[in-house]
T-cell receptor, first 115, second 116 residues
Framework: EAQVTQNPRYLITVTGKKLTVTCSQNMNHEYMSWYRQDPGLGLRQIYYSMNVEVTDKGDVPEGYKVSRKEKRNFPLILESPSPNQTSLYFC??????????????FGDGTRLSIL | AQKVTQAQTEISVVEKEDVTLDCVYETRDTTYYLFWYKQPPSGELVFLIRRNSFDEQNEISGRYSWNFQKSTSSFNFTITASQVVDSAVYFCALSDSSGGYQKVTFGIGTKLQVIP
């Protein structure tokens, strides 16, 4: 089954404790992306990646890092989480050319709470 | 720069009523892509439709229809004879060349509640 898998689905942690949210897709997609969803703000793009070792900032990259060492994986790293990063996070991938108009496939989301 | 406005934050309708969700976008490009996604209460994001800027043909899929008008920069979504299962948050999204078609801007979403 074609899917985007995020882990963990839920996480409560404390300020400053490094964490990683993993994202894996099994569709051989070149393009992957991370979003955060906040009430009243919709989804905002954090980072995206056009291929292995190619990443770029979205609209809200501050406080986040990503890496793309393999095509299927695109982890989101919070080196020193802060309460304003409490949010619902989605990973997505899309097929075709990275600059193409294919719709994105989304993971089920990761709800992060930073205390 | 790209921008998507969904002015209706919440809408409530009674089952079987028709409802239209508005989406207004801004872009300087002549080539761009518009999308609608649905987020049911379970939280996942489901793709509904894609439209490119060269195709102004309206589309109907069952009870769903989309009205794309470049003249008013709008891509509105209508649900006919709404059902309780249509209750969800609906997002309109845009990608254009300012982000190499890789940056996607979403609206803030419209929460639709269909009352039985």
């Amino acid at each position: 089954e074609a899917q985007v898998t995020q882990n963990p689905r839920y996480l409560i942690t404390v300020t400053g404790k490094k964490l990683t949210v993993t994202c894996s897709q099994n569709m051989n997609h070149e393009y992957m992306s991370w979003y955060r969803q906040d009430p009243g703000l919709g989804l905002r793009q954090i980072y995206y990646s056009m291929n292995v070792e190619v990443t770029d900032k979205g609209d809200v990259p501050e406080g986040y890092k990503v890496s793309r060492k393999e095509k299927r994986n695109f982890p989101l790293i919070l080196e020193s989480p802060s309460p304003n990063q409490t949010s619902l996070y989605f990973c997505a991938s899309k097929g075709g050319k990275p600059s193409g108009n294919q719709p994105q496939h989304f993971g089920d989301g990761t709800r992060l709470s930073i205390l | 720069a790209q921008k998507v406005t969904q002015a209706q934050t919440e809408i409530s309708v009674v089952e079987k009523e028709d409802v239209t969700l508005d989406c207004v976008y801004e872009t300087r490009d002549t080539t761009y892509y518009l999308f609608w996604y649905k987020q049911p209460p379970s939280g996942e994001l489901v793709f509904l439709i894609r439209r490119n800027s060269f195709d102004e043909q309206n589309e109907i899929s069952g009870r769903y229809s989309w009205n794309f008008q470049k003249s008013t920069s709008s891509f509105n979504f209508t649900i006919t004879a709404s059902q309780v299962v249509d209750s969800a948050v609906y997002f309109c999204a845009l990608s254009d060349s300012s982000g190499g078609y890789q940056k996607v801007t979403f609206g803030i979403g419209t929460k639709l509640q269909v009352i039985p």
